[in-house]
């Protein structure tokens, strides 16, 4: 979950190669335009099988995301919803390697982020695990209406077994150095530049954890 884009973002977004869908933004900060182009076309048809399957839950994507962005996502989910711009992000490298059918399960779990109520609950640590238990609840609910689609709704069964403690601060903390480096590789940054990042982003842990 993530609060907030920001200037460089919405410079970002002018930069895009984006099309629409039934009026949905869908954009991708364009590098090879054959790639891109795949890219979105991957998405736009998770969309439309979520149109095609569960018309309801499509209408409210529609109102509750403001836009469909496809980035290298840091934090290491396939998917992140922003709670101030009502942006879906979606992970680079989970769309080019995912069914149709997985990218609108996490495209219906983002969009649950956006309902009105949950959006107002924020996102605090002591609230995670259940508005997940909710996305993911609702995820499970549209994958259950495809066709094909036992592997997805069994993994999504895993996933709400999965102990409260893996959404806590803790645990992303732990988990955050290894998909840093990991965007940072998928990104094309050199080795150096990312040995370099690391070691600002250590020392800049410890001056902040020497001042409390």
């Not at 895009?16 to 991957?42: H, T, V």
């Not at 998405?43 to 149109?51: E, F, G, S, T």
């Not at 895993?158 to 988990?175: G, H, I, T």
Request: net charge positive; hydrophobic share 40%; proline share 3%.
């Amino acid at each position: 979950m993530v609060k907030s884009g920001g200037f460089l973002e919405r410079i970002a977004f002018r930069l895009s190669y984006s099309r629409r869908l039934d009026g949905l933004w869908i954009g991708i900060l364009a590098d090879r335009k054959d790639r891109d182009r795949y890219l979105l076309e991957r998405v736009q048809d998770a969309l439309n099988l979520i149109k095609q399957h569960d018309p309801l839950r499509y209408g409210r994507i529609h109102r509750d995301i403001e836009r469909i962005w496809i980035t290298i996502r840091s934090a290491g989910g396939v998917g992140e919803f922003s709670l101030v711009s009502g942006i879906c992000y979606l992970d680079k490298r989970f769309i080019e390697k995912s069914t149709p059918q997985a990218i609108a399960s996490v495209i219906v779990h983002e969009a649950t982020h956006g309902y009105p109520c949950l959006r107002k609950m924020g996102y605090a640590e002591k609230l995670r695990y259940r508005i997940e238990r909710i996305c993911i609840g609702q995820q499970l609910s549209f994958a259950r209406r495809l066709p094909d689609s036992k592997n997805l709704c069994e993994s999504l069964e895993r996933s709400l077994k999965r102990d409260p403690s893996f959404w806590s601060n803790s645990e992303f903390a732990k988990r955050r150095p290894a998909q840093e480096l990991a965007a940072a590789k998928a990104a094309g940054l050199p080795d150096w530049a990312i040995k370099a990042a690391l070691k600002l982003r250590e020392l800049r842990w410890r001056v902040l954890h020497k001042k409390r």
